[in-house]
T-cell receptor, first 110, second 110 residues
Framework: GENVEQHPSTLSVQEGDSAVIKCTYSDSASNYFPWYKQELGKGPQLIIDIRSNVGEKKDQRIAVTLNKTAKHFSLHITETQPEDSAVYFCAARISMDMRFGAGTRLTVKP | EAGVTQSPTHLIKTRGQQATLRCSPISGHTSVYWYQQALGLGLQFLLWYDEGEERNRGNFPPRFSGRQFPNYSSELNVNALELEDSALYLC?????????FGSGTQLSVL
């Protein structure tokens, strides 16, 4: 089945800096790549997603890029704020099967 | 629109007992996914139900089972509980390719 690797496992940045989280996937048939944010005591929430026919997508301070040839995709958060502190998960979908990365704990220091 | 609801929020059991976790999907969503999130780890896929049928299961022993009811709600049952079953169990429902998560049931096995 699909295998998703996510790096780094922890990331600490100063408020206002950018944060980048990277994921790789194994199955070239994967066609949908969402990112989830999980705050303490809550379930993961979808923050942005990208389909395999698109190279980049932006939503305000958040962007995702996809390189299908290299089978990797990244989450970019600009102008980070303390409320961005959370665990972020990438995922890859093949057919109806969604597999997740191990997560990145992002800490934004004020 | 009400989100995915899970009950109970917390569940404490002793080793060898059985646990039953419940999930109510967003209205109109027919697919239910169950994930296990052990402390410090990512989301491990457990089970997928759609239209009352089990469609796929992850690499978990048979003592993890479940069902989906005609109203699309779902139960996850864990028999013969072991200490390592302690985790947050997340339910998600799907619309198109997007997954929407509940807040989870924190299962503690003593």
């Amino acid at each position: 089945g699909e295998n998703v690797e996510q790096h780094p496992s922890t990331l600490s940045v100063q408020e206002g800096d950018s944060a980048v989280i990277k994921c790789t996937y194994s199955d070239s048939a994967s066609n949908y790549f969402p990112w989830y944010k999980q705050e303490l005591g809550k379930g993961p929430q979808l923050i942005i997603d990208i389909r395999s026919n698109v190279g980049e997508k932006k939503d305000q301070r958040i962007a995702v890029t996809l390189n299908k040839t290299a089978k990797h995709f990244s989450l970019h958060i600009t102008e980070t704020q303390p409320e961005d502190s959370a665990v972020y998960f990438c995922a890859a979908r093949i057919s109806m099967d969604m597999r997740f990365g191990a997560g990145t704990r992002l800490t934004v220091k004020p | 629109e009400a989100g995915v609801t899970q009950s109970p929020t917390h569940l404490i059991k002793t080793r060898g007992q059985q646990a039953t976790l419940r999930c109510s999907p967003i209205s109109g969503h027919t697919s239910v996914y169950w994930y296990q999130q052990a402390l410090g780890l990512g989301l491990q896929f457990l089970l997928w139900y759609d239209e009352g049928e089990e469609r796929n299961r992850g690499n978990f022993p048979p003592r993890f089972s479940g069902r989906q009811f005609p109203n699309y709600s779902s139960e996850l049952n864990v028999n013969a509980l072991e200490l390592e079953d302690s985790a947050l169990y997340l339910c998600a429902t799907r619309r198109d390719e997007k997954l929407f998560f509940g807040s989870g049931t924190q299962l503690s096995v003593l």
